[in-house]
């Protein structure tokens, strides 16, 4: 009777779904419980499936809500409705994962309750597993980068989206950047929408050099970071009307490209993006009416090849690919041809599963190098989400080349210093001695 208790039954579209801990609160700030979570995903259904339905879909799991450390569970969970289906995807590292495929309000209601805050869906159909039938662009602002120029990127990306024959749908990340998502034809591979982002995201950049970046080395970013490895196989992102694990209970809320100058992101959460559906529906209601063809990026590319433009860097993950620049940072780097090449100094301050850990120890380290935060730029100071086996955790780095010689202090401990990949790493590497 007391596991009944802490469970309340769904009846939707004939199917009945449990909700498990319903009064759990996964925002503390807010006071959202799970339930409430459930019923807003009810509330926008037909926009939250439009991004997910037919599509393998990533479970990131917060089992205690959104202030606690979340995981990636790539499996369908063994224990699972009979009525919800699965397609087995193939990876770059040779594995398979049997995902779950969610089709309609009780499949949705169900992973939502398994702790997915957010929604991750490949960009493919479960028909066709090896040709998107989406081309995503992130836009990733660096430190510091205010919203007007992430917006004015977004722009930008719009008018040379519709120069090359594709239409654009806009949506807010929900956190502090955008998503524009391109409707396409499944016929090309995931290298090859691949390779049409690198050259749009370097088409952007030539077009707007002092705002847009498609250098993947953080340190050689600047700016709007055009995220063309959201394009690469076996990633993801967060789909139209995702709950973000922030305090407010951010949305990823897609808009009509009339609405982007003025958006703010803050404007959009659980609480007001179900009125907003409710008056408007969903912006993005036609976006499958009409996919477009990548032929003109992939013209691009070639003439980008032609120009001595090779492939841009994959994710660390992925094997080696033909014609990618040597996967090191460019600080490390050795040139093949010997030219001489400046090292910059990179001392890591941070490492920590928890973001707000790591900030503060930043914080901590300015506290302690007072004499040289003036000399620091925004773009010195690099916040990387590192992804380990299961979660992602994060990095801070400085990069000192603006302090002088004489006052730049020496690699430390960092503060705090939680790498969580680093007791597997040092096991490999004792393996491979052996």
Request: aromatic share 8%.
């Amino acid at each position: 009777m007391a596991k009944e208790a802490a469970s309340k039954a769904l009846s939707l579209e004939g199917r009945e779904v449990r909700i498990t801990n319903p009064d759990k609160l996964y925002f503390s700030q807010a006071r959202i419980s799970k339930l409430d979570l459930v019923r807003y995903y009810l509330s926008v259904a037909p926009g939250a499936l439009l991004g997910i339905q037919d599509r393998p879909i990533v479970l990131k799991r917060f089992v205690n809500g959104a202030e606690a450390e979340a995981f990636y569970q790539k499996r369908a969970p063994a224990q699972r409705p009979p009525w919800l289906r699965t397609a087995t995807l193939s990876f770059p590292s040779g594995r398979t994962a049997e995902e779950i495929v969610v089709d309609d309000v009780a499949g949705l209601a169900w992973i939502v309750n398994l702790g997915c805050i957010e929604l991750h869906p490949h960009p493919v159909r479960s028909g066709d597993l090896e040709h998107p039938d989406e081309l995503r662009i992130d836009l990733d602002p660096g430190p510091g980068v205010s919203w007007a120029d992430v917006l004015q990127v977004a722009l930008e990306v719009r008018g040379f989206l519709e120069e090359v024959g594709l239409r654009g749908w806009p949506k807010t990340s929900g956190s502090r950047g955008m998503h524009v998502n391109v409707r396409l034809e499944p016929r090309w591979t995931f290298a090859e929408v691949r390779r049409a982002a690198v050259a749009l995201s370097r088409a952007v950049e030539h077009r707007m050099p002092a705002l847009a970046s498609s250098k993947w080395w953080k340190e050689e970013r600047h700016g709007v970071f055009l995220d063309y490895n959201q394009n690469a196989k076996d990633r993801t992102t967060c789909s139209g009307y995702s709950v973000r694990p922030l305090p407010d209970a951010r949305v990823s809320t897609p808009l009509h490209w009339h609405e982007v100058p003025d958006c703010d992101p803050a404007d959009f959460t659980i609480f007001t993006v179900p009125q907003r559906f409710a008056k408007i529906g969903n912006p993005h209601a036609d976006m499958d009416a009409a996919p477009g063809s990548i032929e003109k990026l992939l013209v691009l590319a070639a003439k980008d090849e032609a120009a001595g433009l090779g492939d841009a860097p994959w994710p660390p993950h992925f094997r080696k690919m033909e014609g990618e620049s040597p996967r090191v940072t460019p600080s490390r780097a050795k040139s093949a041809v010997k030219k001489p090449r400046i090292k910059m100094p990179l001392i890591v301050v941070a490492n920590s599963p928890d973001k707000g850990a790591a900030l503060a120890g930043f914080e901590r380290w300015k506290g302690k190098h007072a004499e040289i935060a003036d000399f620091l730029t925004l773009d010195d100071v690099l916040i990387d989400s590192m992804r380990g086996r299961s979660s992602t955790w994060t990095r801070i780095r400085v990069n000192l080349r603006h302090v002088p010689e004489a006052l730049r202090p020496a690699q430390e401990v960092p503060d705090p210093d939680d790498d969580p990949t680093r007791e597997w790493r040092e096991s490999y590497r004792k393996r491979a001695k052996k």
